[in-house]
């Protein structure tokens, strides 16, 4: 059976081509996130560093401006867990959310799973 990082579905761009200095096998860039225990903020902002890019830095531009967008909204949680670490209550809509004060589903809550 073929394993995982043998392939690739749509492309070649995520492949790292680093090497593992101690196993000497190739790496992927989910190798790397997953040994160095990435969050989900770090994983895509780094899967757009680590992409391959094109003839003439083509998608260059789009990377940075996700990147960016990606780290401009991990700022905003870091700064949020700051804030209730710190006794804060947290910045979340409960109504954008569905849940009351408790953390429960409120009456709006409609159970699509019934």
């Known amino acids: 059976m073929e394993r995982a990082n043998e392939r690739q579905v749509g492309g070649e761009h995520y492949k790292v081509k680093a090497k593992c200095p101690h196993c000497n096998s190739v790496l992927e860039h989910w190798d790397i996130a997953w040994a160095f225990r990435f969050n989900c903020f770090q994983y895509i902002i780094s899967k757009w560093i680590f992409r391959k890019k094109g003839p003439e830095g083509r998608h260059l531009l789009d990377d940075l401006e996700k990147i960016k967008h990606a780290c401009d909204k991990y700022i905003e949680v870091t700064q949020q867990e700051e804030n209730i670490a710190a006794g804060y209550a947290p ?21 699509q799973d019934r």
């Open 91 to 111: 910045d979340v809509n409960m109504a954008q959310c569905k849940l009351d004060e408790s953390g429960e589903p409120g009456k709006e809550y409609i159970d």
